[in-house]
């Protein structure tokens, strides 16, 4: 669950956003299609200009102005209250 080997055991194993993006900075970090950058810890050494996919789950973000971290910006498109969840859509650029 926490390190799936592929992209199709993440989704198969649950709710995951999946963020495509370009290793840079000696794998140290990707740019997503958006152009936003995150930091990375890649699991083994990446060629920077590998295409790769950033496998993130729902319960490992968090909404707002955060200070340390990633940080992605965007654009609240819905919201939906479950009682003791809710699940945010965000656009963040592609």
């Known amino acids: 669950y926490e390190t799936p080997a592929t992209a199709f ?3 198969f194993l649950g709710k995951a956003n999946m963020l495509a993006g370009t290793v840079s ?4 970090a990707v740019v997503l299609g958006t152009g936003q950058t995150i930091s ?3 699991p083994r050494p990446l060629a ?7 496998v993130v789950r729902p319960q490992k973000f968090s909404l707002g102005a955060g200070t ?3 940080r992605l910006t965007g654009r609240v498109v819905s919201a939906s209250y479950l009682g003791g969840s ?5 656009d963040i650029g592609g």
Request: net charge negative; hydrophobic share 35%; aromatic share 4%.
């Open 9 to 11: 055991v993440a989704d």
């Open 25 to 28: 900075r000696s794998g140290q």
């Open 40 to 42: 990375v810890a890649c």
């Open 48 to 54: 920077d200009g590998s295409k790769v996919t950033v």
């Open 68 to 70: 340390s971290g990633n």
């Open 86 to 90: 809710a699940i945010y859509e965000i």
